[in-house]
């Protein structure tokens, strides 16, 4: 079995040209690459399907690359948007892409590993001669069949050319990694499409070389929300946005519906123990779900993280949290309303006054159901104060400056 037969198992795979060429072809090494741009400063649970993939292919003996988009971002991605996105700045692209560079050294560690950036080919290329030399190979009635600018049309929403051009960025980057590296496959989200196999096609008319596109699926939950993102806001893997135990916490509580997926694509444990594991129904479940964010925080942030979730969830129970579970926060004067929103368990002021008139939310595991109450002022002047939101949400604060 290659590792294409693996991940197309384990529901990688959403889409890929040639995969029968492909599984010979990687009977032997192959250099794969994804692109990255820098829109943020680090990555959320989302971007875990396409990491995994790529330590797939690490483990299969095969070299990635990692691809800054420290060009392209002073562009943007037209895919899947609606409307332009906004420029950014130089510096801001640049301290993303310093940032987000380690966690591609973190995560992509099973294997041969190269970080590059387009910026060192994209921003010293001439218009003219990209004009002459890429542009013409580049169809405009075949650009306008991609579902994204077809769909952008349909719906009367404008389209610039700035936008269009990103296609033609995306595929040159390809050309010149198989030029520099030997790059012939490019893996990919599968809003990202177009663009990749536009990369195979160009390929293909300037080198007269078969290079392949794959791509794998856009996770949403069984409830239809968007992968990495929950109530409290986006599941990011940088644990100074998101401790390990709120990250823990996100995992464990996955759907039923979910955990066999999501064992498969965001673990490395074999296929027939998650068989074993998910063969189970309600309550039986659960220990299923604990492996799973036992792994997936193991693969984030280290054993440390692990421990640290769980001695904060054993904490949820009772009155006592380390120092490293306790957040600080800014409270000069707080309210109930302020004390909960500022927890980080709720997305907005308006959500925390619901959850307080629900009864769902606890104050050292006591229900308080004003919303005025200052009584949390005296608390927190007293230490640590428990901030609970329902059942399985949980968080400790403590004043600060």
């Given at each position: 079995?290659?590792?294409?037969?693996?991940?197309?198992?384990?529901?990688?795979?959403?889409?890929?040209?040639?995969?029968?060429?492909?599984?010979?072809?990687?009977?032997?090494?192959?250099?794969?690459?994804?692109?990255?741009?820098?829109?943020?400063?680090?990555?959320?649970?989302?971007?875990?399907?396409l990491f995994m993939l790529l330590r797939h292919l690490q483990r299969a003996g095969h070299k990635v690359i990692a691809l800054l988009g420290g060009g392209t971002t002073q562009v943007g991605d037209p895919s899947d948007k609606n409307s332009e996105r906004p420029l950014m700045e130089l510096q801001r692209i640049e301290e993303n892409g310093k940032k987000l560079r380690h966690t591609f050294e973190h995560l992509l560690c099973d294997g041969d590993l190269k970080i590059v950036n387009n910026a060192d080919w994209l921003c010293s290329i001439g218009y003219l001669d990209f004009l002459k030399r890429i542009g013409r190979h580049f169809s405009v009635n075949r650009m306008l069949r991609f579902d994204f600018i077809k769909n952008r049309l349909a719906a009367n929403q404008p389209l610039s050319f700035l936008e269009?051009?990103?296609?033609?960025?995306?595929?040159?980057?390809?050309?010149?990694?198989?030029?520099?590296?030997?790059?012939?496959?490019?893996?990919?989200?599968?809003?990202?499409?177009?663009?990749?196999?536009?990369?195979?096609?160009?390929?293909?008319?300037?080198?007269?070389?078969?290079?392949?596109?794959?791509?794998?699926?856009?996770?949403?939950?069984?409830?239809?929300?968007?992968?990495?993102?929950?109530?409290?806001?986006?599941?990011?893997?940088?644990?100074?946005?998101?401790?390990?135990?709120?990250?823990?916490?996100?995992?464990?509580?996955?759907?039923?519906?979910?955990?066999?997926?999501?064992?498969?694509?965001?673990?490395?444990?074999?296929?027939?123990?998650?068989?074993?594991?998910?063969?189970?129904?309600?309550?039986?479940?659960?220990?299923?779900?604990?492996?799973?964010?036992?792994?997936?925080?193991?693969?984030?942030?280290?054993?440390?993280?692990?421990?640290?979730?769980?001695?904060?969830?054993?904490?949820?129970?009772?009155?006592?949290?380390?120092?490293?579970?306790?957040?600080?926060?800014?409270?000069?004067?707080?309210?109930?309303?302020?004390?909960?929103?500022?927890?980080?368990?709720?997305?907005?002021?308006?959500?925390?006054?619901?959850?307080?008139?629900?009864?769902?939310?606890?104050?050292?595991?006591?229900?308080?159901?004003?919303?005025?109450?200052?009584?949390?002022?005296?608390?927190?002047?007293?230490?640590?104060?428990?901030?609970?939101?329902?059942?399985?949400?949980?968080?400790?604060?403590?004043?600060?400056?």
């Amino acid at each position: 079995m290659t590792v294409w037969d693996e991940l197309e198992q384990r529901g990688f795979i959403a889409d890929a040209s040639a995969m029968d060429d492909l599984k010979e072809r990687s009977k032997t090494p192959l250099t794969c690459y994804a692109g990255f741009d820098l829109t943020a400063p680090s990555f959320h649970a989302g971007h875990l399907v396409l990491f995994m993939l790529l330590r797939h292919l690490q483990r299969a003996g095969h070299k990635v690359i990692a691809l800054l988009g420290g060009g392209t971002t002073q562009v943007g991605d037209p895919s899947d948007k609606n409307s332009e996105r906004p420029l950014m700045e130089l510096q801001r692209i640049e301290e993303n892409g310093k940032k987000l560079r380690h966690t591609f050294e973190h995560l992509l560690c099973d294997g041969d590993l190269k970080i590059v950036n387009n910026a060192d080919w994209l921003c010293s290329i001439g218009y003219l001669d990209f004009l002459k030399r890429i542009g013409r190979h580049f169809s405009v009635n075949r650009m306008l069949r991609f579902d994204f600018i077809k769909n952008r049309l349909a719906a009367n929403q404008p389209l610039s050319f700035l936008e269009m051009g990103y296609m033609l960025l995306q595929s040159y980057d390809f050309v010149e990694l198989h030029d520099r590296h030997n790059c012939c496959v490019q893996v990919g989200g599968q809003d990202q499409w177009a663009n990749i196999i536009s990369g195979v096609d160009l390929i293909r008319r300037m080198r007269g070389e078969q290079a392949f596109a794959v791509t794998c699926p856009l996770i949403a939950t069984s409830s239809g929300q968007k992968m990495g993102k929950s109530a409290g806001g986006a599941i990011w893997l940088e644990g100074e946005r998101l401790p390990p135990y709120d990250f823990w916490q996100f995992w464990r509580n996955t759907a039923d519906a979910d955990v066999e997926r999501f064992l498969k694509l965001f673990t490395f444990l074999p296929l027939d123990k998650i068989a074993a594991l998910t063969n189970v129904q309600g309550s039986a479940l659960n220990d299923a779900k604990k492996v799973l964010a036992d792994e997936v925080t193991h693969l984030i942030h280290g054993e440390e993280g692990v421990k640290s979730a769980h001695a904060m969830t054993e904490a949820s129970f009772g009155n006592e949290a380390s120092e490293a579970d306790v957040k600080t926060v800014a409270l000069a004067h707080a309210t109930l309303v302020d004390l909960v929103t500022a927890s980080g368990l709720v997305g907005s002021r308006s959500e925390a006054r619901r959850h307080i008139r629900d009864g769902a939310v606890k104050v050292n595991d006591v229900v308080i159901t004003d919303e005025t109450t200052e009584a949390v002022d005296a608390l927190l002047k007293e230490g640590a104060v428990k901030v609970s939101v329902g059942r399985k949400k949980h968080a400790f604060l403590k004043r600060g400056p």
